[in-house]
C-alpha cells in the first residue's frame, strides 16, 4: 500500500471515529425558548439559561425557539428542538412529563416559573398554582401590584394577591399565561401547580406513575 493510500485510509478511520464520538454523545434538547432551554444528558435533565453551565457539565452557548448551541464534554452541538444525537434517546412523539408517587403519595417535581426554578407538588384541589411570598420573591415577581383578595389555606383564611404567570414549566411542558396566587406567608413550603397548569394537558394516573401530556 502507498504513503497517499495509507494516509487517505488512516484519515477515513479518523473522520469514522470523530463521526461515531459525536453520534454518540448523550445530549438532547427537549424544549426550546428564547436564550433558554431543556436539556437531557444521561445523568439526568435540567433547564439552562445561555452562558450557564450545569452540574453535568453541559453549557448553553445560544438558544433560540429553534435551535439550541450546546458543548458537552469538549463538543460543539447544534441541535433543534428533540434532536437525538445518542442512540441511548428516542425523540418523544408528544411532550409528556411521567412523575413517581413518593412516600406520601404525592407528586413532586422540580420546574420553572418565567426562568426560575422551584419546586412543584402536584395538587389537584388547587383551582391555580399557589405560591408563598417567597416563592415569588425568588421568582421576582411584582405580586403586591396584583389584586387583592383572600383564601382559604390548611392553616386558615389568608391575605393572597392574584396575577397571571407568564410561562410555568414541567420537563418539556411549557404552559403560558397560567392564573396563580400568592399567599401572604411562608405557606405553601412547595409551589402547588394547580388546575390553571394540569387542565391545558392530558392526565393519566398508571399504577403510582402519573403521567402529563400536552393535548393534541
Do not use: C, W
Amino acid at each position: 500500500m502507498g504513503t497517499k493510500q495509507l494516509t487517505l485510509l488512516v484519515g477515513l478511520i479518523v473522520l469514522a471515529v470523530a463521526s461515531f464520538s459525536h453520534a454518540a454523545a448523550p445530549v438532547e434538547v427537549v424544549a426550546l425558548f428564547k436564550d433558554r432551554a431543556v436539556i437531557r444528558t444521561s445523568e439526568g435533565q435540567v433547564m439552562l439559561k445561555v452562558g450557564n453551565t450545569s452540574k453535568f457539565g453541559v453549557s448553553l452557548i445560544s438558544a433560540d425557539p429553534h435551535v439550541a448551541k450546546v458543548r458537552y464534554k469538549g463538543e460543539v452541538y447544534e441541535l433543534g428542538l428533540s434532536t437525538r444525537v445518542s442512540g441511548a434517546f428516542e425523540g418523544p412523539e408528544t411532550q409528556s412529563v411521567r412523575m413517581n408517587e413518593d412516600a406520601l403519595g404525592q407528586y413532586r417535581m422540580r420546574g420553572s416559573i418565567d426562568g426560575t426554578f422551584v419546586n412543584f407538588l402536584v395538587d389537584t384541589g388547587a383551582s391555580v398554582v399557589a405560591m408563598s411570598e417567597r416563592h415569588a420573591r425568588m421568582v421576582n415577581l411584582d405580586y403586591r401590584r396584583a389584586q387583592k383578595g383572600t383564601v382559604q389555606t390548611a392553616q386558615g383564611v389568608a391575605r393572597a394577591y392574584f396575577l397571571r404567570l407568564s410561562e410555568v414549566t414541567l420537563g418539556s411542558i411549557t404552559v403560558n399565561g397560567v392564573q396563580a396566587t400568592v399567599i401572604e406567608g411562608a405557606y405553601p413550603t412547595d409551589v402547588l401547580l394547580g388546575m390553571s397548569f394540569l387542565n391545558k394537558l392530558k392526565m393519566q394516573n398508571n399504577d403510582g406513575v402519573l403521567v402529563l401530556s400536552v393535548r393534541r
